[in-house]
């Protein structure tokens, strides 16, 4: 941990504003941890909070994280590093028929891999909501024995009439003014299985008449005959999610709980929990606060778990990892670099008011990360072949020239990448027109163009399949026009192209992405939201590629000239070399 000082130098945002200034007020001083979160009786002689901040990044285990996640973790952590502070990995396992654990491991995985930790100083701050169930039933019991919460056993569908609208009151139950003790029973049964599902809940007891919906006598606990992924049939009554966070904010010592604007209805009912919890003296003080920022909206693709579920299980897409998707999971397999996201979540900054993110930024933030580093390969995506008809005369028959490219272009200390030249080329189909149209300056019968690295060329013609599609293109090599030798620029060219040897080509599969969804808000209209999915989002080509790649690691980024940022993968099972499209070369739809 650097030294922190109050102020950083990074943009200022709101957040950043008001932890500077509890920082310097003294806010935040006197706070107590003791290394797991407690409660009042727990932390009574505990040492004094090491950390100047606590946040936490709080997801449920229900899916995997998206680019809207990544922004929060981002936001998060990085305010805990540049504060001297501490970011906790929360899982806020609440609801049990939809949560697993190998959610929970996908989720480590990612905040991980973008770069965070949740280790500080040796102490490991993961927690899950569920390891407080104990500690939430205290509080709900010493509610109800302050007449703060009552168990309401009207039905579901009179207690939603009962909750009135924005414009009318709502009406109390009849078993809002229950004695206390007949509560503490009804719940107690509650726990222990004896009432059905839906018959019966927990309610805060507040105002049914208060213009915030929220605090309508919210509801607190719910019955769940359900198998929960940690606490196993321990519970059948399980705290409801706006319970359950505001407590687990208080019990890790959380200073500052970020969330999203759709939260900022709740947070008075998040203050009125905290503070009577605390003058019941089961919480100490100070009470985290809530702050809420405007969620990531982003372009032509959907960030919620329960839509990209369904992508996933409706078989639109192959996985949770699929390159098309959102997710961390996704965009790194598809080639996204830890570097470019975190660059992207800086650049798109917070701020309080909505607004939808062009899919570009993403993709600039990459380029901007992988240009620098990217090792470049010439690949040929749509191969035609090209012969060079007067080879044997100018080079000799049966024998091949030897070529050679810098690996990366602005730095010469990574060497350079060896490849052959001989008689028989690939060629890009979109390289030669049978008739140029206007400013053309690739290759056509006539037509000259160095090929990128080697020599210069002349087309001399082409033959073309019954379809009219072109089967072979004929050229012919101009002698002492190799790059890098003496005299090589006398003939001066319009276009380069780039290319690839038959000799030393290497077959690989590429995938092309484009969009996954065609409207750039896929879920506004009100319409079917799977109908905006666009149908060729992937293509898939046989390509040749230079030599240098036979051996790609998995995972690595290249940039292929003239065309993009690809990243390999191994494909297991065809056992051939595999490369995904992470975007091109420049803006534009289908990167
Ligand atoms: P989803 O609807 O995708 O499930 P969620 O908000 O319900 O999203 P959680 O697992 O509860 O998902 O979210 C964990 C944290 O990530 C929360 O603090 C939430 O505010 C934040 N988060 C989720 N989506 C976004 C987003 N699009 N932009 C910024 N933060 C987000
Ligand atoms: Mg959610």
């Known amino acids: 941990m650097s030294t922190p000082e109050n102020v950083s130098t990074k943009p200022s945002n709101f957040l950043r504003q008001i932890i500077e200034s509890d920082l310097a007020s003294g806010a935040l001083a006197g706070r107590r941890f003791s290394g797991v979160p407690g409660d009042a009786r727990q932390l009574a002689d505990a040492p004094p909070d090491p950390a100047r901040i606590r946040t936490r990044f709080p997801p449920e285990p229900n899916g995997f994280l998206h680019i809207g996640h990544a922004k929060s973790i981002c936001l998060n952590f990085g305010l805990a590093a540049d504060y001297g502070g501490v970011c906790h990995l929360r899982l806020d396992d609440t609801n049990p028929e939809k949560e697993d654990e190998r959610y929970v491991e996908a989720i480590r995985d990612a905040v991980r891999w973008l770069g965070f930790d949740w280790v500080s100083l040796g102490v490991n701050h993961e927690y899950f909501a569920s390891d407080s169930f104990d500690f939430m039933w205290r509080a709900a019991c010493a509610l109800i024995e302050h007449g703060l919460a009552y168990v309401d056993e009207q039905s579901a569908e009179d207690m939603r009439r009962n909750r009135g609208t924005l414009t009318a009151a709502g009406v109390d139950s009849p078993w809002r003014d229950r004695p206390a003790q007949e509560s503490l029973r009804r719940f107690e049964e509650m726990r222990s299985g004896l009432h059905a599902e839906g018959s019966m809940v927990l309610r805060a007891r507040i105002d049914m008449a208060s213009p915030n919906l929220n605090l309508r006598d919210p509801a607190l606990y719910r019955i769940r005959f359900a198998r929960h992924h940690r606490t196993g049939d321990r519970w059948c009554v399980y705290p409801m999610y706006t319970f359950a966070h505001p407590i687990e904010d208080a019990l890790e010592r959380i200073t500052h709980s970020i969330c999203t ?303 993009g940022y690809f990243v390999a993968e191994r494909a297991e099972q065809a056992g051939g070399l595999v490369f995904h499209r992470t975007t091109g070369l420049r803006d534009g739809r289908g990167g």
């Open 261 to 563: 604007l759709e939260f900022e209805d709740q947070r008075p009912f998040y203050d009125w929990l905290l503070q009577h919890l605390a003058e019941l003296g089961l919480l100490s003080p100070p009470l985290p606060r809530q702050y809420e920022f405007a969620r990531l909206n982003l372009c032509s693709v959907v960030t919620s778990k329960r839509k990209l579920a369904q992508l996933v299980e409706q078989g639109h897409v192959d996985g949770w990892d699929d390159p098309r998707l959102p997710t961390i999971a996704g965009l790194r397999r598809r080639g996204y670099t830890p570097g470019a996201i975190r660059l992207f979540a800086e650049r798109i900054g917070v701020s309080k008011s909505d607004a939808w993110i062009d899919y570009a930024v993403l993709e600039g933030a990459l380029r901007d990360d992988l240009e620098p580093v990217a090792a470049r390969a010439m690949a040929v995506l749509d191969p035609i072949p090209l012969l060079l008809t007067n080879w044997d005369e100018v080079i000799g028959a049966g024998r091949l020239e030897a070529c050679s490219a810098p690996v990366h272009p602005h730095d010469p200390e990574r060497g350079q990448r060896a490849f052959q030249l001989g008689p028989r080329v690939w060629i890009e189909r979109g390289d030669f027109a049978l008739q140029p149209p206007k400013g053309f300056f690739r290759l056509f019968p006539g037509g000259r163009v160095r090929l990128k690295y080697g020599y210069v060329i002349e087309c001399t013609g082409a033959t073309c399949h019954a379809d009219g599609s072109v089967a072979e293109v004929q050229a012919r090599l101009l002698p002492d026009t190799r790059s890098g030798t003496p005299g090589a620029a006398a003939v001066k060219v319009k276009g380069v192209i780039t290319w690839v040897a038959a000799v030393d080509a290497v077959a690989a599969e590429v995938r092309l992405y484009d969009r996954l969804f065609l409207p750039d808000q896929p879920e506004a209209g009100g319409g079917d939201w799977l109908e905006g999915l666009n149908p060729h989002s992937r293509r898939v080509v046989q390509a040749w590629v230079e030599p240098s790649l036979r051996h790609a690691p998995a995972g690595t980024s290249f940039q292929f000239e003239r065309h």
